[in-house]
């Protein structure tokens, strides 16, 4: 990856900003702390990976602004690719992944976000912790790759290499090889299944004979049964035919009965009907009589319901005009009442008004006293504001003195309690300083004593190492003995026995020689394994004596940490002793001026003079508080006296008032009377009401005879029935009498009829009785055929279904010579697959080329480190360690790890002992060496370097040889960014990136 032009809006410090990196090789970012040199490297992160080092996802966006976006265009391969990356502070973000083509930039984004990150990811080969650990050495994360365990640091190693994808290829011939082995155990399954069916062949033979011979016996008896019965079935034809015309003949017996019956039942219905209307034809006179009575009734009850009808019009409009009338006359007699009650208002109101006049000259005085003190009290009221505003200034001030003079007392208390534990400590000084000399010299003592320790647990730990390889080779050893012992028993006994290499079969020639050679083979494995066993007794024993004396060391080192704990704090006191000394006479200082401020009184100068001219202004002003109350109490005695002034003029106007308005409520009064009488006795309404009792008197309705009338017609309402039947049974009664003849003559047909098939019957009875019946016979061989007949479909069955499943053995028989062909394929595939799960495993190929990349790390790095510290420093890589505990899974005494030695010239120590120089030297050599290495494999192009700060902990010299380290590895990359804010340093560079900041946020400005 090689950036080509980074453009930035509204990111970190940046408003608006752009750079192109064409031209530059070896470039270094400056500017001051805070100017925004990080943040430019951070805008290309952000950009590909959306991670930067600030916490929330918000916080890249400028401080006030709402959006921000990165434009970030780079080179890989042969293809120039663009990233557009945006972020809304309350919103979602975006990300366009584009490529040149045409001169024109296309997008190849996903999705979404993260389908589109993955396919940069997958286009880089790197993801953003992989880039950091390698090419790109953050502020303050130099120590990153250090810090991270052995499985960590395997895990960056792994995806720097690209060795990801062997674990895709193992896991696809692990897939492969579980599928192969589930494949086998379903045909084992249905071998087993199979040649189970098998064992059963013979059974199916013997059962198919005797079904046979079963078969031939009942289908003889059956043909037997089936003539007898083809015999009787003849004999016995004549009497089946008389019992179906019997049958017949007996059917046609009961239906003539039913008829006959029916006949009957219908002949007594008519009668009854016919005698129903004779009853009614009986009482002729009679019904016609009430009939004619019921109609003129009727007509009477029409003539008087017209009349009713009059009759409640006129009373509904009397009774209307009535309440009409009455409404009106109290109407009038309502506003009558309403205007005598006006009049006695206006009588009350014109008592009221005259007994306020009559006080006219008291209240006019008491107005004029009135205003005489609110004049007064106003002037008072200006002169009072003032005195106040003096009076709360006076107390403010009073107030500011006594709290500047608890302030400064409070002070010289507490600088009084501070200085007693100074003066304390002062005293102690002596014996701290006699202690830290005692400590120092008996850490150094131990110090001298723990570099020999270290000396011989390096020596102790190559022993082990030695002793491992050792026991590794005698087993391995082992193993490859019983290897060629079994393949050698196997090619003695198989006549058949395979190549071990191609699995082609042997002749006796090639056997032999195969023999041959295992045979010699042993005798050199036994030889090395009495030689190996020989060492590891040697190491064995001087793994021994090394334990004891570190052991022996160890009990001497003991009280280290108590030592070093003590000689930390006591030089840290003495450290602090000319503090305390200097804040000792601070504190005496200040006590004294203090004092003497308290003591003459001279603090606040000013505000003692403000104070003096308050007090002459108020002394000025004269104002009595008690003048001021007397004044205010007569303006409230006399406050009310407007009010009634007021009133007094009111009661002059109302009662001017007053006089008309009972003038013209008496003239309503009379006018009102008027009418009241004039509606009562000869009003348009009375007139109305006279003439509609003259119009009832003339209809003469009653209701006394309307009921009459009405009861009546309810008494002969029946008699309108019974006419229409008298009228119906007239006509009727001839008809019936006429369907009375028929069905008597019907009555004897059928009983002609049923006499003459009562004597059919009985010949054909007599007839019957005269033959042999079969019937019994013939069921009895009817049911013994058809127990032969489903004896022989069952026998049929049996032996179907027997020829079917041996048809079924015989394609088995080759199904299990297909399947026995196929498990042995599938094998051969299984061992195939197995074996490539382990060679592209992480203890397969992974773990052979990270060893192989090792040797080349570690060197690449110690020619850095040597350069950097004056060949003062050296690194070492340890694949394997000795176990804590041993597995059962395992034999071995040591695991796999990725640990790193650090050793100087007084021997190997921790890296947190190292200083802060000599851990960046350390870091900066590890993170270069990674980074060259990986640049130089054709399969992970980073072709780009990142190196931000950490060049402060560092010299004059120790600058000087980084910069010569960067120009030795410079060819290896096609740019190398390096950002710090040290003059020296930025001048070793010609091409500089100067960051600055500005009202507008941070600029860029390139110098080449």
């Keep these: 990856m090689i950036p080509k032009k980074l453009i930035l809006q509204n990111f970190l410090s940046y408003r608006q900003a752009s750079l192109n990196f064409d031209g530059l090789h070896t470039a270094c970012i400056c500017g001051a702390n805070g100017a925004g040199k990080s943040s430019l490297l951070e805008a290309i992160t952000w950009a590909i990976w959306g991670k930067t080092r600030a916490k929330a996802s918000e916080d890249v966006i400028h401080l006030g602004e709402k959006n921000t976006r990165v434009d970030f265009e780079f080179s890989y391969g042969e293809q120039i690719y663009r990233i557009i990356r945006t972020k809304q502070r309350k919103g979602g973000s975006t990300l366009d992944f584009q490529v040149l083509h045409n ?20 286009c880089l080969k790197v993801d953003y912790d992989t880039f950091s650990n390698s090419a790109y050495l953050q502020q303050g994360q130099a120590d990153k790759f250090m810090s991270y365990g052995a499985a960590q640091r395997k895990d960056i190693l792994v995806k720097l290499l690209k060795l990801d994808d062997y674990d895709k290829i193992a896991d696809v011939a692990k897939e492969s090889a579980k599928k192969y082995g589930e494949e ?52 016995n034809t004549e009497r089946d035919t008389l019992e179906k015309e019997l049958s017949w003949q007996n059917n046609q017996l009961m239906e003539m009965k039913n008829k006959l019956r029916q006949c009957v039942q219908e002949k007594e219905i008519l009668l009854q009907e016919i005698k129903d209307l004779s009853s009614i034809l009986s009482q002729e006179r009679e019904i016609i009589d009430n009939y004619h009575l019921l109609q003129s009734c009727l007509d009477e009850d029409k003539v008087l319901t017209h009349s009713f009808g009059l009759y409640k019009q006129f009373v509904s409009e009397k009774n209307q005009l009535e309440e009409t009338l009455r409404q009106e006359i109290s109407s009038l007699e309502q506003s009558i009442r309403e205007t005598n009650f006006k009049l006695e208002e206006l009588a009350k109101s014109e008592q009221d008004l005259l007994k306020v006049i009559s006080e006219r000259e008291k209240i006019i005085d008491d107005v004029e006293k009135c205003r005489y003190y609110r004049d007064q009290l106003a002037h008072l009221d200006s002169v009072r504001n003032e005195f106040n505003l003096l009076q709360q200034e006076e107390s403010r001030l009073i107030k500011e003195l006594e709290k500047e003079e608890a302030r400064l007392s409070s002070r010289v208390e507490q600088l009084q309690k501070q200085e007693l534990p100074l003066e304390e400590k002062v005293r102690a000084i002596p014996t701290i300083r006699q202690d830290y000399f005692q400590t120092k010299e008996a850490l150094k003592v131990i110090y001298n004593q723990k570099n020999y320790l270290t000396r011989v647990e390096e020596k102790k730990a190559d022993q082990l190492l030695a002793k491992q390889r050792l026991v590794d080779y005698k087993s391995s050893i082992a193993q490859r003995v019983e290897e060629i012992n079994q393949k050698l028993a196997t090619l003695q006994v198989d006549n058949n026995a395979l190549c071990p290499v191609c699995e082609s079969p042997l002749d006796e020639v090639h056997l032999n020689h195969v023999i041959g050679n295992g045979l010699e083979e042993l005798r050199g494995l036994e030889n090395s394994a009495w030689q190996y066993e020989s060492d590891i007794i040697q190491c064995d024993r001087t793994l021994g004596e090394l334990t004891q004396e570190i052991q022996s060391l160890k009990n001497q080192l003991s009280e280290e940490d108590i030592l070093q704990k003590k000689y930390i704090y006591l030089e840290n006191t003495l450290n602090n002793m000319d503090d305390i000394y200097d804040q000792l006479d601070e504190i005496i200082t200040e006590k004294e001026e203090l004092m003497k401020l308290i003591d003459e009184q001279k603090y606040l100068p000013n505000l003692k003079i403000e104070l003096s001219q308050v007090r002459n202004k108020i002394k000025a002003l004269g104002y009595s508080p008690e003048s001021y109350s007397l004044v205010r109490e007569n303006d409230h005695k006399y406050r009310w006296a407007e009010t009634n002034y007021q009133r007094l003029q009111e009661a002059e106007t109302k009662l001017t008032k007053l006089a008309e308005n009972k003038v013209n409520l008496q003239q309503k009064l009379e006018h009102f009377n008027q009418q009241l009488t004039s509606l009562r006795d000869n009003s348009e309404l009375q007139q109305k009401i006279t003439q509609i009792d003259k119009n009832i008197t003339e209809i003469n309705y009653s209701d006394e005879r309307h009921g009459e009338v009405r009861k009546t017609i309810q ?95 015989s394609k088995d028989e080759k199904k299990i010579q ?30 052979l080329m990270i060893e192989n990349l090792l040797p080349q790390l570690e060197a690449e790095a110690n020619q850095i480190l040597s350069r950097l510290t004056n060949n003062q420093l050296h690194i070492q890589f340890v694949t394997q360690k000795e176990k804590v505990t041993k597995s059962k899974k395992s034999d071995s005494n040591f695991k796999d790890t990725l640990d790193i030695i650090i050793s100087d010239a007084q021997g190997t120590r921790s890296y947190e002992t190292y200083s802060g120089g000599e851990s960046f030297r350390i870091n900066f050599s590890i993170r270069l060496a990674l980074s060259r290495i990986l640049a130089q494999r054709s399969g992970t192009a980073l072709q780009l370097l990142i190196i931000d700060e950490g060049f402060g902990t560092q010299d004059d010299a120790g600058c000087d040889r980084l910069i010569a380290a960067l120009n030795a590895i410079a060819d290896d990359f096609a740019c190398i960014l390096t950002v710090t804010h040290m003059p020296q340093f930025k001048e070793a560079f010609q091409s500089r990136i100067e960051v ?13």
């Design 103 to 122: 001169l024109q930039f296309n997008s190849i984004s996903g999705k979404g976000v993260t389908e589109t990150q993955e396919r940069i990811n997958d």
């Design 184 to 235: 086998k155990t379903r045909l084992q399954g249905q071998w087993e299944l199979l040649e189970g069916k098998l064992e059963e062949k013979e059974s199916y033979h013997l059962a198919l004979q005797n079904l046979s011979q079963d078969l031939t016996y009942h289908q003889g008896e059956y043909h037997q049964v089936e003539e007898s019965l083809k015999q009787v079935q003849l004999l």
């Design 715 to 809: 008494d002969l309402q029946n008699y309108q029935f019974q006419y229409l039947k008298l009228e119906d049974a007239k006509k009727q009664l001839p008809i019936l009498n006429n369907k009375l003849t028929q069905y008597e003559e019907k009555i004897g047909e059928y009983g002609a009829e049923i006499a003459e098939k009562e004597t059919k019957v009985k010949s054909l009875q007599e007839k019957l009785s005269g033959l042999f019946d079969y019937s019994n016979e013939l069921n009895k061989l009817q049911l013994e055929a058809n127990e032969k007949r489903n004896k022989i479909n069952q026998l049929l069955s049996e032996k179907g279904g027997i020829e079917k499943s041996l048809t079924d053995l």
């Design 996 to 1008: 600055y900041k500005t009202n507008e946020g941070s600029k860029i400005r390139l110098s080449v």
């Design 818 to 847: 297909s399947i026995t062909k196929q498990i042995r394929e599938i094998e051969k595939n299984y061992r195939i697959y197995t074996e490539l799960q382990k060679a592209f495993g992480k203890n397969g190929i992974q773990a």
